[in-house]
């Protein structure tokens, strides 16, 4: 979840005139770059192999 503090400085990062889908982007991407971190820190992972396999079954 994102917070006023990092909503603030993302939006300080952006040039002085952008466009909402920019933003929007942006902020997406932050919150599942968070997700994934946070995921990754309680164990909510897969192995290389797992993974391996489960790219395989797309393919089938």
Same mark, same amino acid.
């Given at each position: 979840?994102? =917070?006023? *503090? $990092?909503?603030?400085? #993302?939006? /300080?990062?952006?040039? /002085?005139?952008? $466009?909402? !889908? /920019?933003?929007?982007? #942006? @902020?997406?991407?932050?919150?599942?770059?968070? =997700? %994934?971190? *946070? #995921? $990754? !820190?309680? %164990?909510?992972?897969? $192995?290389? =192999?797992? @993974? /391996?396999?489960?790219?395989?079954?797309?393919?089938e």
């Amino acid at each position: 979840m994102l =917070t006023k *503090k $990092s909503l603030k400085e #993302q939006i /300080d990062k952006f040039p /002085d005139q952008f $466009s909402i !889908e /920019d933003l929007i982007e #942006q @902020l997406i991407l932050i919150e599942k770059i968070e =997700t %994934g971190n *946070k #995921q $990754s !820190e309680n %164990g909510e992972v897969i $192995s290389e =192999t797992e @993974l /391996d396999n489960e790219i395989k079954k797309w393919f089938e």
